[in-house]
């Protein structure tokens, strides 16, 4: 059965008189999220006090809720875990890989990359010192760069100013080739359009779901360890809840097993009861029909804007293979326009120099 868009828009808060062009950056609430936290607040943090950890489920909620964004990502069940920030899942994604591929020192990413992960990088890079190095190089030019130096790649799957999109098959298949492990960032990616790390072998992914999964302000991240890994991967940032016991309190510490180990700190419940809300609106969409829905809502304003604004350059690829869900716009005036663009109740965003960005979310 073909996904019922009207229906998936009609569980989302949307203001009369806003077009909603920035989900990208921030999507909207959930109608059902509210409830869900105050649920989670009044009747098992009011109630059942410290038992919700066990009553309510609490303690399995980040294993629970990541392989619900498995199936988004094209990830094998119990491989994703939810929890902290991206940038700290990065980090651990980096250390782990550059563990595991100990005679090479080089993380390789691209200029387009979003600038948090490349500070995760450089400060690890920094704490390890001993030749340890990061090197960016044009998008375009990231497969050829791929060589027998390079340890990892980091990359964002889509560029968050320009919404180009790597070919994470022919990536991951290089660095492979070439004896390195891959990290995918999928900020841009995961709820986006369909993803297959499983399909195309990718060792590790990070995401964040505030965007196209619409767990609201500050929702926390996931990450994704491959299978062949998940008893190899050592996280440098090794918290409580990733020992395997983390209630024996042992000074020294031993992983958990899988992806148990990438866990932290304590999770964040009320937040992932919101994303949990907002999983239940996945739960009947086909991740095709979404891609076919984003590429017609993005061909058809590019020709719009094309049309009626010839001042604008796009800087989107129009090749709908590179094309994430959003399509950027260049202009000297982009802040002024953007501006006036809100003003009139049109909310895209902008980003230096020049970017405007418009973010389209099929599911409103």
């Known amino acids: 059965m073909p996904t019922d868009f009207d229906a998936t828009k009609a569980q989302f808060v949307l203001p009369d008189g806003v077009i909603y062009l920035d989900g990208n950056s921030l999507g909207p609430l959930p109608k059902a ?16 006090l410290i038992t919700g950890w066990n009553k309510a489920g609490w303690m399995d909620q980040p294993a629970r809720i990541g392989d619900r964004i498995a199936r988004l990502i094209g990830a094998e069940p119990g491989t994703v875990v939810m929890g902290d920030t991206l940038s700290i899942k990065v980090y651990q994604a980096l250390a782990s890989a ?24 450089d400060g690890l890079v920094r704490t390890l010192g001993n030749g340890y190095a990061l090197k960016t190089v044009a998008p375009e030019d990231v497969i050829d760069a791929i060589d027998d130096t390079v340890a990892v790649t ?5 560029d968050y100013r320009t919404g180009r999109r790597h070919d994470m098959a022919a990536i991951t298949a290089k660095a492979h080739a070439k004896g390195a492990l891959t990290i995918w960032d999928l900020a841009h990616s995961a709820g986006a359009l369909p993803v297959d790390l499983a399909g195309v072998k990718a060792d590790f992914a990070v ?36 020992h395997a016991a ?56 590019i020709a719009g804007v094309e049309a009626a604004c010839p001042g604008l350059t796009l800087a989107t690829p129009r090749d709908h ?24 109740g049109v909310i895209g965003d902008f980003r230096a120099p020049d970017i405007l960005r418009f973010g389209f979310t099929p599911l409103y």
């Open 321 to 344: 293979a590179q094309r994430g869900s959003q399509v950027s716009f260049r202009h000297a005036d982009g802040y002024a326009i953007m501006q006036a663009l809100i003003a009139r």
């Open 246 to 301: 983390p209630f024996a309190f042992d000074l020294d510490y031993r992983p958990g097993r899988g992806i148990e180990r990438m866990r932290v700190g304590t999770p964040p419940i009320l937040q992932l009861a919101a994303l949990e809300a907002a999983m239940d609106i996945w739960d009947g969409v086909d991740m095709a029909d979404l891609r076919a829905r984003s590429l017609a809502l993005t061909d058809r304003f």
């Open 207 to 242: 995401g964040c779901t505030y965007k196209y999964l619409n767990s609201g302000p500050g929702g926390p991240a996931f990450i994704y360890v491959a299978p062949r890994h998940a008893d190899a991967a050592r996280p440098a940032l090794s918290g409580w809840l990733g």
């Open 98 to 121: 550059l563990e595991m591929n100990p005679t090479r020192r080089v993380i390789l990413s691209d200029t387009g990359n979003f600038p948090s992960d490349l500070y995760m990088a």
């Open 33 to 48: 999220a509210a409830a869900r936290v105050a649920r989670t607040v009044t009747d098992e943090w009011g109630q059942m």
């Open 154 to 158: 980091l990359i964002t799957e889509v």
